[in-house]
Nanobody, 122 residues
């Protein structure tokens, strides 16, 4: 069955960096767009970043442009989110998701992981 398993979250100080990872299995990974979505306490899920099936195209939410970078390794069925210059407002559960086409709307995504918590605090 389809599985998306995130890892790499944790408690970090403002200004620090993290790399989130997502391991995918059970579907043709190289045929799907991959996404990172986050949900802060009391808020709706928010699109963060997207990468095309080949990895050649990316999209970012305005709030993370220049600080976050999404990339994938189709040989390993992995997608990553490099996050830099973290801010307290980046605190959220970060989810990995997949979909067959480009979309900036989380409700369009087919498969979801369980999420990894990122907490930014001094």
């Amino acid at each position: 069955q389809v599985q998306l398993v995130e890892s790499g979250g944790g408690l970090v100080q403002p200004g620090k960096s993290l790399r989130l990872s997502c391991a995918a299995s059970g579907f043709t990974f190289s045929s799907y767009w991959m996404y990172w979505v986050r949900q802060a306490p009391g808020k709706e899920r928010e699109f963060v970043a997207a990468v095309s099936s080949s990895g050649s195209s990316t999209d970012y939410a305005d709030s993370v442009k220049g600080r976050f970078s999404i990339y994938r390794d189709n040989a390993k069925n992995m997608v990553y989110l490099q996050v830099k210059s973290l801010k307290p407002e980046d605190t959220a559960i970060y989810y990995c998701a997949s979909g067959p086409r480009r979309s900036l709307y989380p409700w369009d995504y087919d498969y979801w992981g369980q999420g990894t918590q990122v907490t930014v605090s001094s």
